[in-house]
Nanobody, 137 residues
Framework: QLQLVESGGGLVQAGGDLRLTCTAS?????????????IGWFRQAPGKDREGVSC????????YYSDSVKGRFTISRDNAKNTVYLQMDNLKPEDTAVYYC?????????????????????????WGQGSQVTVSS
């Protein structure tokens, strides 16, 4: 019911900034609406597992960040545009990866556990195709 498309990736020097955009298309028969979907950002570097970078809860608006990006990345959303952003500041070479946005519906019960489980890719149902971010030293 949800299609996600990432954009905004590219090549940047260390210390630079990028903003990733995730735009959602929702099927006409989807009864929930974009604002009911919790959205996360993940990344995957060559030879590494996909890791959770950030997440924004649709239930309570809480934001979550991995320790490696906390203080440098900011997640936000514009429900009127069916869009989620990931502002990435002070980028480092170790941020180089393919970045994916993901979406899922989270009920009240699962939301109480979300702080512990949001990083698990299997907790997210819909995925974009990814956008490459390369940070040169």
């Amino acid at each position: 019911q949800l299609q996600l498309v990432e954009s905004g990736g590219g090549l940047v020097q260390a210390g630079g900034d990028l903003r990733l955009t995730c735009t959602a298309s929702i099927a006409s028969f989807d009864k929930y609406g974009f604002d009911k979907y919790t959205i996360g950002w993940f990344r995957q570097a060559p030879g590494k597992d996909r890791e959770g970078v950030s997440c924004l809860s649709a239930i309570d608006g809480n934001t979550y960040y991995s320790d490696s990006v906390k203080g440098r990345f900011t997640i936000s959303r514009d429900n009127a545009k069916n869009t989620v952003y990931l502002q990435m500041d002070n980028l480092k070479p170790e941020d180089t990866a393919v970045y994916y946005c993901a979406a899922t519906r989270v009920g009240e019960g699962r939301n109480r556990l979300w702080i512990s489980i949001w990083r698990n890719p299997t907790e997210h149902d819909y995925w974009g195709q990814g956008s490459q971010v390369t940070v040169s030293s």
